[in-house]
């Protein structure tokens, strides 16, 4: 009967450590952390240079599409399914980059830029992977690339470069997105001091991290660096060395109401110069383009097509985006395809 007299010693201790806890208080009250997650679109990762990532095989039909979508493939990407399989004759481009590649705002995945310019180019002979999620910078791009774009062996990579890609982190939607736990563990979160108090004080199950988003948000920081898109761009000419792939980089313009500009770092946006990505990018022997020439010519056949009411103007930002300046509407994708096509076509 030692078992007996073991297992209800151990009862009684844990009994009397729980009011313990509960009186001592060192552990916060349950009503402060916010459980859920499971209707985004968007799950953790391991790799901390990315952060957060698309989940596998989501399925929506009232999708919000910034945090839900309509549909991603098996590989966790905002597109229809793609095989590894290099036997196909067809030439394979992957499509780098962030909520613009994606398509935040753009419910219906093929009106996404990659899904016209697949069109554009003829999806008899060529394919395009979506390789867009939102918020990342450059660096977690080409991560991306590494550890899940090879294996399709693209001959073609074009990156979709914004103004947000400056700054040297992926985006807020890390900090809103929790940990997935077994349904037993939450429990036990919710109900238990002592097992609340463990679970923040040793960060078990990533409890304390979700408790306190910005250390996530310091650990993707830190792991990204200081210096995102030069060490993007490195990363990225030695991976297209190492796997035979002719890399580009596009340059999205920012919309106002009055004007399509290059995508500079808002404090440095009445800059003249050339952009800080070109000359990183040139550094290492990658070719850029800037679409804004696109744009601009077809704004103005745009505008000339149109009659507008007296005093009301037609505006590059409504025109070709969603309405932030950023995203694009689908006549800005549709716009960004042919321009990407003919710039891969020359």
């Not at 313990?20 to 459980?35: K, Q, T, Y």
């Not at 290492?284 to 704004?299: A, K, N, V, W």
Request: glycine share 6%; aromatic share 10%.
């Amino acid at each position: 009967m030692k078992w007996l007299a073991s297992l209800t010693s151990l009862i009684v201790t844990l009994f009397l450590a729980e009011h313990l806890v509960r009186w001592v208080r060192p552990a916060p009250s349950v009503f402060r952390f916010l459980l859920g997650g499971k209707e985004s679109a968007y799950q953790l990762s391991s790799n901390p240079v990315l952060g957060y990532e698309l989940k596998s095989n989501v399925r929506s039909d009232t999708p919000d599409c910034h945090h839900t979508f309509d549909y991603t493939n098996a590989l966790g990407q905002r597109d229809r399914e793609r095989s590894p399989d290099t036997t196909s004759d067809k030439k394979r481009i992957i499509l780098l980059g962030d909520s613009v590649v994606a398509g935040h705002g753009i419910c219906k995945m093929e009106n996404t830029i990659s899904q016209q310019l697949e069109r554009v180019l003829d999806p008899e002979t060529t394919e395009v992977l979506n390789f867009g999620i939102g918020g990342y910078c450059t660096r977690a791009e080409v991560e991306l690339l590494k550890t899940k774009g090879l294996q399709f062996r693209p001959q073609e990579v074009a990156v979709l470069f914004v103004n947000n890609d400056y700054i040297n982190s992926n985006g807020s939607i890390l900090g809103q997105i929790k940990a997935q736990r077994p349904k037993w563990l939450e429990y036990a979160f919710r109900k238990s001091h002592i097992v609340r108090w463990l679970c923040l004080q040793y960060d078990i199950a990533d409890f304390r991290k979700d408790f306190d988003p910005k250390q996530r948000s310091a650990a993707n920081q830190n792991a990204l660096g200081d210096s995102n898109i030069a060490d993007g761009m490195e990363l990225l000419s030695k991976l297209a060395t190492e796997n035979n792939f002719k890399v580009q980089v596009f340059l999205w313009p920012y919309f106002t109401d009055g004007a399509i500009e290059e995508p500079r770092p808002i404090e440095n946006r009445s800059d003249t110069g050339p952009l800080l990505v070109e000359t990183l990018a040139q550094q290492h022997g990658i070719q850029t383009h800037r679409l804004s020439p696109f744009f601009i010519e077809d704004f103005e056949k745009f505008k000339a097509s149109r009659t507008t009411k007296p005093g009301k103007r037609i505006s590059p930002r409504w025109t070709y985006t969603i309405g932030d300046g950023i995203h694009p509407s689908e006549r800005g994708a549709e716009t960004a395809a042919r321009a990407i096509a003919a710039l891969l076509r020359s």
